[in-house]
């Protein structure tokens, strides 16, 4: 046998040998087919889902259409991959949150988070007087309504306006296009905001305040309001999964160090008083917001996101929760489904 024929019958051997490998890992590979077919199955599964009703604390939120339903998937390489109504837009409201926390983090740095505003879930609703009372200001954590607040007030800037222009513009810079408030949304809250002012005042008292707290909870308020639709909300989770880099404008908003300290407290306070439940059955850091919003992060894969304005008795959209969970077992994506090796 010459030694052309040897190499040859080695090389359809290696062939032969690896190929089965090769359609395993095709297999398991997260195309876009298969996010789509999951999005397809999940929508229609779950479309016709009565349970739940808006929120109706802030009047304007009542009035959205409860029917609007769309989900998006941004994928850590960019493609974008869609179902339903992905283009009605709701108030973002508390999924905000994550991204003025993840704003301060990249200004201040983790332990200036964890020692000004705290990191633990409190155990309380999400705006109790009383963890605050009972920790004295302290060991509150950004996605509560206390230490949201808190972290708004440590945004850079030397007057309301500033502040104001910092958060929109790093929010915007998270979904990849300009945001807008919704001026009814923000008119309706800031009329009924007592509540919010008051806790700004308690964390004022304990140290734990570090701007004016009226003006501090006014930026707050129009935070919440801040229009976004499924995609920018997939977008914005993207922007997380990919290490802070915005999948689609390929900007770095965030370092991957904010990322790492971002994700853990969406894990343990992204749902409210269900962020437990949530993360026992899906494995993925998330928030929720009352205006129908949800979005999780499936990390260095995807951003997946929902909006449904249907809530259940815990702030949380119900078809959001049952889609993400079920293209997450679907896609086998929860990082604690582990295979032997």
């Given amino acids: ?41 999940a929508y229609a599964k779950f479309k016709d889902v009565k349970e739940g009703k808006n929120a109706d604390y802030i009047k304007e939120l009542a009035t959205v259409d409860p029917k609007i339903f769309g989900i998006a998937v941004v994928t850590a390489d960019g493609q974008v991959i869609t179902k339903g109504d992905i283009d009605s837009k709701v108030s973002i409201q508390s999924v905000s949150k994550v991204f003025t926390m993840a704003q301060d983090i990249e200004e201040l740095g983790h332990q200036a988070i964890q020692d000004k505003i705290g990191v633990d879930a409190t155990g309380e609703v999400f705006n109790s007087i009383v963890a605050i009372e009972r920790m004295r200001g302290k060991e509150i954590n950004p996605l509560v309504n206390p230490g949201a607040i808190a972290a708004t007030s440590l945004v850079a800037g030397k007057d309301s306006a500033v502040k104001w222009k910092h958060i929109v513009d790093v929010q915007s810079a998270f979904a990849g296009r300009q945001l807008s408030l919704n001026m009814p949304v923000y008119i309706s809250e800031a009329g009924d905001n007592l509540r919010n002012q008051a806790i700004a005042h308690l ?120 889609v993400i969970k079920y293209v997450v077992e679907k896609l086998k994506v929860n990082p604690f489904l582990i295979q032997p090796k």
């Fill in 1 to 41: 046998m010459t030694r052309t024929s040897v190499l040859l019958v080695m090389t359809i051997s290696l062939i032969m040998f690896i190929h089965p490998c090769i359609i395993k890992a095709q297999d398991n590979a997260l195309t876009k087919e298969k996010i789509q077919a999951a999005l397809d199955e």
């Fill in 203 to 322: 964390l004022l008292a304990y140290g734990r305040m570090y701007f004016d707290p009226v003006q501090a909870t006014d930026i707050y308020t129009k935070q919440c309001a801040l229009n976004v639709n499924a995609k920018d909300l997939a977008t914005m989770a993207g922007t997380l999964a990919n290490g802070g880099v915005n999948p689609l404008t390929k900007k770095k908003v965030v370092s991957q160090e904010t990322v790492l300290y971002t994700l853990p407290v969406m894990a343990t306070a992204g749902l409210y008083d269900d962020s437990g439940i949530w993360y026992y059955n899906s494995g993925l850091p998330a928030k929720s917001g009352v205006g129908g919003g949800l979005l999780a992060v499936c990390p260095g894969k995807f951003g997946i996101a929902v909006v449904s304005p249907p809530l259940d008795a815990a702030g949380n959209s119900v078809k959001a929760q049952l």
